[in-house]
């Protein structure tokens, strides 16, 4: 039987690392946080992904609903039936711990019935949060259901500060807070290694935003008193292997913040020393300030931007085009007037942004506002209408769908000129501080290469939802990197404010 050894070896131009787990694995991992089975350009990929020498990937239960897990199974099914690869060469990571989607309706559904999840961290609407074993039980089933396996490589719980974020809410003192916290992990812990006998994973972990926190911080999360829960529970040989935060040019914490024994430590230090294999994630997306900030150039950055005028006439255009629909067409069809109203609001993003288009902060924020927003309600709107077919009305909406297209291109391409600065000023405080090395690097290139070589990562993981990316990042493995420690990234220490 071929393992991860093995497949490594058929990869002698790219690095892998020895995991405490015994894996040896990939130094840049597949995420699938944005992937799912609607798309076959996902699958495209991570079946490139595989057959070019990564071999860990890292999804989650409440990733696309369940899709990306799905998604995984089904590329990993006919990666062993026609490519030749087997299962145990393959490092597959999941976690466990959110309440959406299909899992909050669950959730919900046991509760009115009165068998509700015990410890549910209801966080939101929509929004619960829970690591206590039952539900992992519940999760790690439908897990292995979906990714077609008899076991998972690793088994993280996924975000378990919630739970801390909401006791403060609730004032709870933070001592208190605390010691219950420490006391669910441990309990998780004990249902994990209870799965590690039964054979269904093989190790388990953390993911956290918190691990690179502040210790003083109400939801920091402590990896000595997570590894000290390990002990308790599985002394020596316990299997707490594996942790996942997010490190990245603006997001320092993990390499700078000394919040391990006695504060004398970073998580990344302290995760080496102990055998703690660590995973990073939003090595391209970094949060700051509450912002969003791609660290990687649109395709559009660096070509001359379209002027206000250009825009101007697309958004008319778009708005000419969406009075069609509401004089002639929505008038017409037998909705009763709350839901016509709802679906004209819904159909005209061009009337929206008329006063709006030039006033977002970044092209993140118009980012999110056009993908969580705008286009969400439009597929809805224009769905509903199909269901009432008149004549002209597929007409209609092929040329709304080409126009918002083509105003959304426009906008793009001058909030990705004016985005372009900001990346060179990251860009160059990065090359100072880490070194000449990274200079000849693109930003996207330096961004992923970084975390990559610095002390105590073990994995770096990108989305790579098209095959372009896969070449990009196996090329970008290829890049001999100078090792970075603790003092070299604290000079990135403040970087932030390039952003504002």
Known sequence: MSTSEDYSQRFPELPFETWSTGHTVSQAGFGCYRVNTHNPEHARALQKAVLSGINCIDTAANYGDGSAEELVGSVVEQLIAHHGIERTELVLVTKAGYMQGRNYHRAHKAEHNGHAFPNVVKFGD????????????DQLERSLRHLKSEYVDVYLLHNPEYFLIQAERDEVSLEEARAEFYHRIQQAFEYCEKQVE?????????????????????????????????????????????????????????????????????????????????????????????????????????????????????????????????????????FEEHSRETLADFLTPGAHLVEHWNTFDSIEHWHEIEAQYLRPRMNEAVEAILHHPTPGMDEWIAEFKSKTQELFKLITHHYA?????????????????????????????????????????????????????????????????????????????GIEEMVA
């Open 126 to 137: 929509g929004l619960w949060h829970c690591i206590h074993p039952e539900f992992l039980e």
């Open 198 to 334: 039964a054979g269904r994973i093989r190790a388990y972990g953390i993911s956290s935003n918190c691990f690179g926190h502040a210790s003083s911080d109400a939801d920091f999360v402590s990896l000595e008193s997570c590894l000290q829960a390990a002990f308790n529970v599985g002394g020596s040989e316990h299997h707490f292997r594996v942790v996942q935060l997010p490190f990245n040019l603006l997001e320092t914490g993990a390499a700078t913040e000394l919040n391990n024994l006695g504060n004398s430590q970073s998580v990344l230090e302290f995760a080496k020393a102990n055998a703690i294999n660590v995973m990073v994630n939003r090595v391209l997306n970094a949060i700051t300030q509450s912002s969003l900030v791609r660290l990687a150039e649109h395709a559009f950055a660096g070509t001359p931007p379209p002027t206000h005028s250009d825009i101007e006439a697309a958004l008319a255009d778009l708005v000419a085009h969406e009075d069609v629909m509401l004089k002639n067409i929505l008038t017409t069809l037998p």
């Open 417 to 493: 000129v004016l985005s372009h600065p900001r990346l060179e000023r990251i860009h160059a405080k990065a090359v100072e501080m880490l070194g000449a090395e990274f200079a000849d690097m693109s930003i996207a290139q330096l961004a992923f290469s970084a975390p990559r070589a610095t002390e105590g990562v073990s994995c770096t993981l990108i989305g790579a939802r098209r095959e372009q990316y896969v070449d990009e990042i196996v090329e970008s493995m290829k890049m001999q990197l100078p090792s970075l420690s603790r003092q070299q990234w604290a000079g990135l220490v």
